[in-house]
């Protein structure tokens, strides 16, 4: 016999959506973010320290935050794409015990 698996759609969709919400945040944010490093750069702010912090935003900072935006909507996409796959079965196996 075969292991009974269930899913709650309420929760996943919940969860679906709170990944996505939360990788719209970010996204805002890192725009915001890339705004104010260009008015620092823009404002003048010269020096070794500005050099360092320019650096570490551009080539760490930033490229991190988006790769986590890019994991938060993957991980929406999954949940979405397990909860279709799941929709998809039980309505199959339904259709098997449906009297024509």
């Known amino acids: 016999m075969a292991d009974r698996t269930e899913l709650n759609g309420e929760q996943l969709a919940q969860m679906m959506k709170k990944f996505q919400s939360e990788a719209d945040e970010l996204n805002q944010l890192l725009g915001q973010t890339r705004n104010k490093i260009g008015t620092l750069r823009s404002s003048g702010w010269v020096g070794r320290g500005s050099d360092q912090f320019y650096n570490e935003m551009e080539s760490l900072v930033l490229p991190a935050v988006q790769r986590l935006v890019a994991a938060l909507n993957a991980a929406s996409n999954q949940v979405n794409a397990i909860m279709k ?3 998809d ?5 339904q259709s098997l015990y449906k009297l024509e």
């Open 89 to 93: 079965a039980q309505n199959q196996a």
């Open 85 to 87: 796959i799941y929709d």
